[in-house]
């Protein structure tokens, strides 16, 4: 969950105020990056556009690719009128493009291989994972039919990334606030670098974060990390070459983590135990695999990793009433992977008016491993995780999403600290502009360790209750939306949408320290949506108004929630 940053958002409005724009309606796109590509600014088009052979043809005639174009878009476009003003060409001055060798460091396709249709859609979809980068394609702009050659375009937009500012935000009936000034894009080189203060229900503190997804322009990443909080401290460190692409034969890497915290159970909304947690974890993992093959990806892994938790009173804001059992896995685990490719972009469903990319397959991934006290453990147990996923269309306008996983040991004869989880997304289109969402989600725990809690609240879907409202060893949660998206684009800075929507959760069973369960507890509401179109900090702010329709009196009969999440 990300806060809201006003930082950004102060300097965007400052930039609309100044340009003196009249917030207004703007006509939809109709294709990805309409609003943006310059025909003539590609290369060799004009005549030839219309005797290009299509992505399909040039496959499968085997046309070698000859160069490779990087094309950068700046922030605002000014060869739009609505965009031509004094502040946005400013904006555009000031901000640094990102290098085309950051972009052509993420290209899977390289000069002189064959042309693949896969390879080049599977580059824009890496590329619009990249939160300093708005939208991109890949694209043949030219074909010589005497040497079977292609030409090709990589088109990208950035974003503004450089947001110092202050960040306030509200779910569950508590409050978030954030200082901070960070980089999505550093330099232009796609580095994140971050330096903040966080103030949550929890804790409040200092950190430090530094990110390079391509390290030296290579696909080796490596996270740093450092945060000085009232409670403790944490630092975290990773390394590792993943399995950046469906065709990537190898992947390897290490990751650490060694923090102190003060960890506090809640219900009922209200904290009822605390203890203090040290927590060691080192882990080294590689990959192997023979790429895609006839439309699958299948993945062996292998690791080692070592996970101990530390527990003591907490001599804090209140007594330990329940202190967690000490806990070391130490543990080699193998591992399989199947991933089918089989993906299709869309628009105005879990955002506004920017390209999803939407995963119609089928995948699994499973784990084994073994901890026992010749291997550095406290304890003998099998170590497992299972997950998968899918998705697929019903009929012209239906669309469906279901994933699960299940983890946790098996020692002692049973299961133990282990969540079974299924989920379910349902999306009706009636139009480009009016989408139906309905959500139903279900975990169960098994003997959960102690600073394991499954909880309902605020924070966790039910939006109109306190935030971990509700513990148990069962849980349920059902939602529905309406979405709404205009095509108001007040100051061409942010799209906005809107939406109404009901839930409805209980738990069941025990849990240490957890009160009875109050039953289903429904609520409805509605929000406000704003797609950020000009800034890498977040995609969509919520602003919403939820009602609760049960719960004990001391719930207050309105929750404000205000946050910027990942989608609509």
Known sequence: MRLLGLGSGLLATGLALGAGLPAGPEEPSAALLQDYVDPAAVGRRGSQVATLPTPAELEQRGAVIGRINVAVDDIFDESDPREDRVLYRLANRLHVDTKDSVVLAQVLLKPGETYSVQRANETARILRGKRYLYDSVVEPVAYDPDTNTVDLVVRVRDV????????????????????????????????????AYTSTVDRSGLSLDFRDQNLFQSWWGVDIGYADNSDGSVANLSLVKPFYSLDTRWSTGFRGLAGDQITPLYDLGEKVNEFRQETDFFGIEGGRSRGLVDGWTTRWLAGYRYDRS??????????????????TLSYPWVGVELIQDRFKTTRNQDQIGRTEDVYLGRSVRA???????SLGGDRSAGIFALSGRS????????????????????????????????????YLRFNEKSVFTMTVEGQRGFDLDLDHQLLLGGDTGLRGYPLRYQGGDTRALFSVEQRYFTDWFPFRLVRVGGAVFADVGRTWGSAPLASESQGWLPDVGFGLRLGNARSGLGNVLHIDLAFPLAGGSDISSMQLLLEARKSF
Do not use: C
Request: cysteine-free; overall charge negative.
């Open 160 to 195: 503004w990334s450089l947001s110092p500012g202050f960040g306030v935000g509200r779910s569950g009936g508590e409050n978030k606030a954030r200082a901070r000034i960070v980089d999505e894009n550093f330099l232009g080189r796609g580095q994140y670098l971050a330096a």
């Open 367 to 373: 784990e084994l491993g073994y901890t026992a006290e």
């Open 310 to 327: 530390r527990f003591e009173e907490s001599f804090e804001d209140m007594p330990t009433v329940l202190l967690p059992e000490d806990r």
């Open 391 to 426: 998705g697929k269309y019903l009929g012209k306008r239906g669309l469906v999403f279901v994933e699960s996983f299940w983890n946790g040991r098996v020692e002692s004869g049973g299961l133990a600290d282990s969540l079974l989880s299924v989920g379910g997304h349902y």
